[in-house]
């Protein structure tokens, strides 16, 4: 399940999300019990984490701050089990297979392994967790929350590996690897041999429902949602879903009023690209006819 989107907003506005939400109380009723608990925990996870980093207005509860980046804590004690992962030190040691951590906790955490123990467990689906990191990694596609945000572009993700995996291939100038065809280079051998596709035609992923053919895994991959009818992202103002977040994101420009993609022939502005793409065709038509006109005359 997707969570309504304006409940997802509140964590950036440190609300608590549960029965009495003024702004978003009728998609908050929607969830069962288990559901808001899990969510009101997640928040207070991400609210945490925002603290120890530093808050504004939190500083001053949190004396004891890292010498060696901006995170600060209540306690001494919760302090140094921090610096131990600036300094490398792993005094806690699994006793079955030997494997150190800096702290207690992710000691414990890790000895799941060994047990088969996954006590987090999704509310929303059937997935559970060893570790509490990547449940709450998982609660953020149920949530849509996306905290990390890419500072040359401003694209944002669920998790900080997608955004380092962005930043390496978007924004890095090491790009070694030239396209012969158009001098566009890359960063990975792989990326380049994606993008050849595009100049050969070659397109080796095929759609088992109708055979249709794609050049990257991820473009069969959402095209296949067509078929299985999971439309995972719903407006919630409208009710209208869809197969990608990104179409639920041009969609809700609708509702805003923003019109964010601008005719350069005569300045008429649209909600989406694809309203823009329509409008533009008449001004080829008209220089199509134009042509033809002169051409006649």
């Known amino acids: 399940a997707v969570l309504p989107e304006k409940i997802c907003m509140h964590v950036d506005q440190q609300e ?5 939400c003024e702004a978003e109380g009728n998609e908050v009723d929607s969830l069962n019990s288990s559901q808001k608990q899990v969510l009101k925990n997640h928040q207070s996870i991400v609210f945490a984490g925002m603290k120890k980093r530093g808050t504004e207005g939190d500083m001053e509860n949190r004396p004891y701050k890292c ?8 306690k001494s004690s919760n302090l140094l089990s921090h610096i131990n ?18 702290h207690q906790g992710t000691l414990q955490q890790h000895k ?13 689906c059937e997935k559970s967790y060893i570790w509490s990191s990547d449940f709450h990694k998982h609660i953020r596609t149920h949530t849509g929350e996306k905290p ?3 500072e040359e572009c401003g694209k944002d993700f669920v998790r900080s ?4 995996k962005h930043e390496r291939n978007m924004h890095t100038n090491n790009k070694p690897f030239l396209c012969k065809q158009c001098g566009k280079t890359f960063n990975k051998p792989l990326s380049l041999l994606r993008h050849e596709r595009t100049h050969l035609g070659e397109r080796p992923f095929v759609c088992p429902e109708c055979g249709k053919a794609f050049a990257l895994a991820s473009r069969m991959t959402e095209h296949r949602k067509i078929h299985s009818g999971v439309r995972p992202y719903t407006c919630s103002i409208c009710s ?3 197969t990608k977040s990104s179409n639920l994101a041009e969609h809700l420009t609708v509702h805003s009023g ?13 909600a989406t690209a694809s309203r823009l793409a329509r409008h533009q065709r008449i001004h080829a038509a008209v220089q199509v006819f134009t042509i033809k006109e002169y051409i006649t005359w």
């Open 16 to 20: 608590t999300v549960g029965d009495e």
């Open 67 to 74: 010498p060696y980046c901006s995170w600060a804590f209540k």
């Open 85 to 102: 992962t600036h300094q490398g030190l792993k005094p806690h040691v699994c006793d079955l297979c030997g494997k150190a951590y800096s």
């Open 112 to 124: 799941r392994l060994h047990t088969g123990e996954r006590p987090y467990q999704c509310p929303f």
């Open 148 to 150: 990390y945000i890419c």
């Open 161 to 164: 590996s997608d955004l380092r």
């Open 240 to 242: 209208k879903a869809f």
């Open 258 to 270: 923003v019109r964010p993609h601008k005719c350069s022939e005569c300045g008429v502005a649209f």
